[in-house]
């Protein structure tokens, strides 16, 4: 049976012969799917957010749909409806693209608020109502959310109770350019080179053996007041008019748990939490109105509390040891 460094290991491997680069993001995609959590993907057209999803659905076997969202799509076309077939008189279930593995919500922000509010249930609860009947959805379950930081017309900002859904967020940069050299070389020499020639590495029974052994990774008291200390400093931040809810906390809690079994390790460390902790929470946060103004990003505010708050020396023995 793969552990869930085993499992990292085969999807990053894999991924890789396709894509280059991107190591991070696929370390926190293969975090969500070990904790049940979801990723919100940011960045500019072309730095192939949409590929680093589809790829890594079929690294790990899921079953993929992708929802391009547009100002007039309805809730309907997400989750599913009744439809009436005029040849037996009846009402017939019709699933949405949500009743999938892996589902991609592109461009997420051009969906109107009441079509977002739609994935809500479903990223909560893992399940739908449609017609008035609930409908689990398949296990495993990841929403791969993503857009366009820089093209404001025709957008909707999400609400704050559906980001605080996503457990992680990257902000996708354009490559280096040595990196971008190594693309078109492969590409020049494989132009039809896609996401159909990435091959399935582990499977469904391995996934839900790799949550089990997550959930038994070791968090000591001294993590967990570090973990505490960071989240309280976003709550007392000059710059911050609402920090990290309960919600944010317990995503750190898991998120780190699954970085430290990916790393091979059955309890978690400081370095876990600091390595995670922008990507956990900085979509979770409200500015102040002067922070808004200045245009500072988020991710800096949160890297210079996070600065500021003591890590902790402790020996491998009192991060392993059951408090």
Known sequence: ????????????????????????????LTIALLTRGHVLLEGVPGVAKTTIANVFARATGLDYTRVQMTPDILPAD????????????????????????????????????KTQSALLEAMQERQVTIAGQTLSLPTPFVVVATQNPIEMEGTYELPEAQ???????????LLPTELEKDVLD???????????????????????????????????????????AIVTATRDASEIEYGASTRGSLAMLNASKARAAIQGRDYVTPEDVRA??????????????????????VADILEDLIEQVPVPEAEPAELTVSD
């Open 1 to 28: 049976m793969s552990t869930p460094a085993e499992i990292y290991d085969s999807i990053q491997d894999e991924v890789e012969t396709v894509l280059i680069g991107n190591e991070e993001v696929i370390e926190g």
């Open 78 to 113: 997400v989750t599913g409806t009744e439809v009436y077939r005029q040849e037996n008189g009846e009402f017939e279930l019709q699933r949405g693209p949500i009743f999938s593995n892996l589902v991609v919500a592109d461009e997420i922000n051009r969906a109107t608020p």
């Open 163 to 173: 980001k605080d859904r996503f457990m992680l967020k990257y902000e996708l940069e």
């Open 186 to 228: 492969r590409f020049d020499s494989t132009p039809d080179l896609g996401p159909e020639d990435v091959e399935q590495v582990v499977t469904t029974d391995e996934i839900i053996a790799g949550r089990e052994t997550v959930e038994e990774v070791h968090v000591s008291d001294v993590v967990k007041n570090y973990l505490l």
């Open 276 to 297: 995670l902790a922008v990507m956990v929470l900085q979509h979770r946060l409200v500015l102040t109105t002067e922070a808004e103004m200045s245009e500072r990003p």
